[in-house]
């Protein structure tokens, strides 16, 4: 869901859910590929060694490719998700 209220994080949780709208099949899939890809950058810069393309957190990357795997069916079981890289 993507809130379409201009706001904080901090407004009570009823307003967030009251004006959020649901994404369609083309951005979840899109914002799937450009974790993946992201993943892969980070993952490919750490095995050769190299500086960090991007000053991206590696957990927050990966916890968000667990959530999108499983959103599209990467896996039926949260605990069985994989991050094949």
């Known amino acids: 869901m993507k809130c379409t209220k201009k706001g ?3 407004e009570p949780t ?4 009251s004006y959020a709208t649901t ?3 083309s951005e979840i899939l899109n914002e ?3 974790i993946y890809r ?3 950058i980070i993952h490919r810069d750490i095995q050769t060694g ?5 000053n991206i957190d590696e957990s927050m ?3 968000r490719r ?3 795997n499983w959103l599209t069916f990467y896996e039926d079981n949260w605990d069985d998700i994989t991050l094949d890289t």
Do not use: G, M, Q, S
């Open 8 to 10: 904080e994080l901090t």
């Open 14 to 17: 009823k307003d967030f859910i």
């Open 23 to 25: 994404r369609t099949k």
């Open 32 to 34: 799937t590929d450009l």
């Open 38 to 40: 992201i993943h892969l």
């Open 50 to 54: 190299n500086e960090p393309t991007a």
């Open 61 to 63: 990357v990966k916890e």
């Open 66 to 68: 667990y959530a999108f």
